[in-house]
Structure formats: structure tokens, C-alpha cells
């Protein structure tokens, strides 16, 4: 399950699907379980290394569209007005849509508590992105 969800994601992120469709594959792979009885409603992120360890409190998914929607709408005003944007950061900019994103979030609450990334490389390097 954990794997197709992945595999749908990177589908996304290379442009092959869109959000719309992502969304859809994502329920057929989830229309056979019972939802959980409480949504989900924060993210947490930890990075450990070998010296160091960055483990960001739980940020809920209101406060994260919040940042998104303020950094978006910073992000337009600059394509406006600063002539120095390379046009790799224009056309990412242009291309992401903040209601893409809160379908995202609200698809994610609703399967509850999981791991969403969980990577180790070596070891001592650890990324772990959980949805709680």
C-alpha cells in the first residue's frame, strides 16, 4: 500500500498525473480499508545525522497551509516586481496551485496516523516525515 501511494506521487511530482487524478488513484488504492476514527492532524519531521539531530515539533496542517498560501502569495508579488528571478523559480512558482495542495492535505487527514517518509542512508542519516 505504502509503495503504490509512493508510486503515485512520483507520478505527480514528474507531471505525468495530475492532482486531480493522483487523488483519485490514491482512494481506488485505499477503497477496501476502514478509515481510522480520528483524522489526522499535524506533521512532523526528524533528521538525524552523525553529529546532529533536528527534530521540528509537530506542525498542524492548518498552520502549514497557512505558510504555503503566505509564501505563495509572496512568491506571486515577486514575479511581479523583481527582474531577477531565474526562470526555473518562474515557472515553479506559476506551476504550483495552493488548492492542489489543500486537497492534498485534506486526502492525507483523512487516512490518519502514518509514516509518510521514512529513509536511512549509511549509518547514521535518518529522515523520518510522519503524518500524526
Same mark, same amino acid.
Given at each position: 500500500?505504502?509503495?503504490?501511494?509512493? *508510486?503515485?506521487?512520483?507520478?505527480? *511530482?514528474?507531471? &505525468?498525473?495530475?492532482?486531480?487524478?493522483?487523488?483519485?488513484?490514491?482512494? *481506488?488504492?485505499? &477503497?477496501?480499508?476502514?478509515?481510522?476514527?480520528?483524522?489526522?492532524?499535524? #506533521?512532523?519531521?526528524?533528521?538525524?545525522?552523525?553529529?546532529?539531530?533536528?527534530?521540528?515539533?509537530? #506542525?498542524?496542517?492548518?498552520?502549514?497551509?497557512?505558510? #504555503?498560501?503566505?509564501?505563495?502569495?509572496?512568491?506571486?508579488?515577486?514575479?511581479?516586481?523583481?527582474?531577477?528571478?531565474?526562470?526555473?523559480?518562474?515557472?515553479?512558482?506559476?506551476?504550483?496551485?495552493?488548492?492542489?495542495?489543500?486537497? #492534498?492535505? *485534506? &486526502?492525507?487527514?483523512?487516512?490518519?496516523?502514518?509514516?509518510?517518509?521514512?529513509? &536511512?542512508?549509511?549509518?547514521?542519516?535518518?529522515?523520518?516525515?510522519?503524518?500524526?
Amino acid at each position: 500500500m505504502k509503495e503504490k501511494i509512493g *508510486n503515485i506521487l512520483k507520478k505527480l *511530482n514528474k507531471g &505525468e498525473i495530475t492532482t486531480n487524478e493522483a487523488l483519485d488513484q490514491i482512494k *481506488n488504492v485505499h &477503497e477496501n480499508l476502514k478509515l481510522p476514527k480520528r483524522k489526522a492532524s499535524k #506533521i512532523k519531521i526528524y533528521i538525524t545525522d552523525e553529529d546532529k539531530n533536528i527534530k521540528l515539533p509537530a #506542525i498542524p496542517f492548518w498552520l502549514l497551509d497557512l505558510f #504555503i498560501s503566505l509564501g505563495l502569495g509572496l512568491g506571486s508579488i515577486a514575479l511581479k516586481f523583481v527582474n531577477d528571478i531565474d526562470e526555473e523559480t518562474k515557472s515553479i512558482l506559476e506551476s504550483i496551485n495552493s488548492e492542489d495542495l489543500r486537497k #492534498i492535505f *485534506n &486526502e492525507l487527514k483523512k487516512y490518519g496516523p502514518f509514516d509518510m517518509v521514512d529513509i &536511512e542512508d549509511g549509518d547514521s542519516t535518518k529522515i523520518k516525515i510522519s503524518v500524526l
